[in-house]
């Protein structure tokens, strides 16, 4: 399987933008959806955006519609996140994640068990 290496954080001033990179090992990564998650202190991990494994169709949650885009090159077995026009509720640890493809949805939030480092964003108020 995969490992996935991602990127530092930042901490980064409402409405700025920050890019987060996800590398993965192995050649097999187009076999792989991706996907970013966050955990912000006392809160459940959340999925935050997911991208199938040929980058056709991607998925956001509510909250980061039209500021945060996934985009990854197969042919550098990366991941990416822009995130824009950030906001202090955007504060959290960062996760990239991969699922198998085994014909499940991609943006089921419950297939993902192959995990990034994290990384810590945060957006002051």
């Known amino acids: 399987q995969v490992q996935l290496v991602q990127s530092a954080g930042g901490l980064v001033q409402a409405g700025g933008s920050l890019r987060l990179s996800c590398v993965a090992s192995?050649?097999?990564?187009?076999?792989?959806?991706m996907g970013w998650f966050r955990q912000a202190p006392g809160k459940e991990r959340e999925l935050v955006t997911a991208?199938?494994?040929?980058?056709?169709?991607?998925y956001y949650t509510d909250s980061v519609k039209g500021r945060f885009t996934i985009s990854r090159e197969n042919a550098k077995n990366t991941v990416y996140l822009q995130m824009s026009n950030l906001k202090p509720e955007d504060t959290a640890v960062y996760y990239c994640?991969?699922?198998?493809?085994?014909?499940?949805?991609?943006?089921?939030?419950?297939?993902?068990?192959?995990w990034g480092q994290g990384a810590q964003v945060t957006v002051p108020s």
């Open positions: 192995g050649r097999t990564f187009s076999s792989y959806h």
């Open positions: 994640a991969a699922r198998s493809v085994d014909g499940r949805y991609y943006a089921d939030r419950n297939g993902y068990d192959i």
């Open positions: 991208i199938d494994w040929s980058g056709t169709n991607t």
